[in-house]
T-cell receptor, first 114, second 111 residues
Framework: DAGVIQSPRHEVTEMGQEVTLRCKPI?????LFWYRQTMMRGLELLIY????????DSGMPEDRFSAKMPNASFSTLKIQPSEPRDSAVYFC????????????FGPGTRLTVL | KNQVEQSPQSLIILEGKNCTLQ??????????LRWYKQDTGRGPVSLTI?????NTKSNGRYTATLDADTKQSSLHITASQLSDSASYIC??????????FGPGTRLSVLP
């Protein structure tokens, strides 16, 4: 398996524009997580899905952020409109069922909002 | 408040030396604790996982300890290599999918 795949790897956009980040989890994994990482705040869990259903979105910073998982092999994180403070690295991770199972992280998308 | 603290914030050591990274947590209830290694520009990779009843777990040159009474964990790296240069993140899980991340320790191993 190629691991968790994220695209794009880098995104530079202007304030106010819509940004869509994409993730393909590892096949067979039941859970998918979206994280944001900044120097100031470290890694933060934004939202996670179980069997394509959003379970906890309490980490989503505000209504400008939305996430979907239309099927078991694809998820998106959308920011509309984007703001400079959204600049960060966004990671997607997936794992199998079972509370101790390891999360496998993707390579991340580095987002810069000018 | 559920928190994870790590020390030191950064560390520089010479190749071949040992080092120990610390993690203190106030997360309750406790499910498990993981140490992740994150290379620059990449996603974190799990090194070890420890549950409440485990005191020590090794993964090659990495040895993690857990003291559930004092809510402290450490990650010991033996005979460091240049490839150990990375950030090491302590993550404590509670209530299943709820995770509390530490800020990480940035380790630099110099030749």
């Amino acid at each position: 398996d190629a691991g968790v795949i994220q695209s794009p790897r880098h995104e530079v956009t202007e304030m106010g524009q819509e940004v869509t980040l994409r993730c393909k989890p590892i096949s067979g994994h039941d859970y998918l997580f979206w994280y944001r990482q900044t120097m100031m705040r470290g890694l933060e869990l934004l939202i996670y899905f179980n069997n394509n259903v959003p379970i906890d979105d309490s980490g989503m910073p505000e209504d400008r952020f939305s996430a979907k998982m239309p099927n078991a092999s694809f998820s998106t994180l959308k920011i509309q409109p984007s703001e400079p403070r959204d600049s960060a690295v966004y990671f997607c991770a997936s794992r199998e069922q079972g509370s101790d199972n390891e999360q496998f992280f993707g390579p991340g998308t580095r987002l810069t909002v000018l | 408040k559920n928190q994870v603290e790590q020390s030191p914030q950064s560390l520089i050591i010479l190749e071949g030396k040992n080092c120990t990274l610390q993690c203190n947590y106030t997360v309750s209830p406790f499910s498990n604790l993981r140490w992740y290694k994150q290379d620059t520009g990449r996603g974190p990779v799990s090194l070890t996982i420890m549950t409440f009843s485990e005191n020590t777990k090794s993964n090659g040159r990495y040895t993690a300890t857990l003291d559930a009474d004092t809510k402290q964990s450490s990650l010991h790296i033996t005979a460091s290599q240049l490839s150990d240069s990375a950030s090491y993140i302590c993550v404590v899980s509670h209530y299943g999918q709820n995770f509390v991340f530490g800020p990480g320790t940035r380790l630099s191993v110099l030749p």
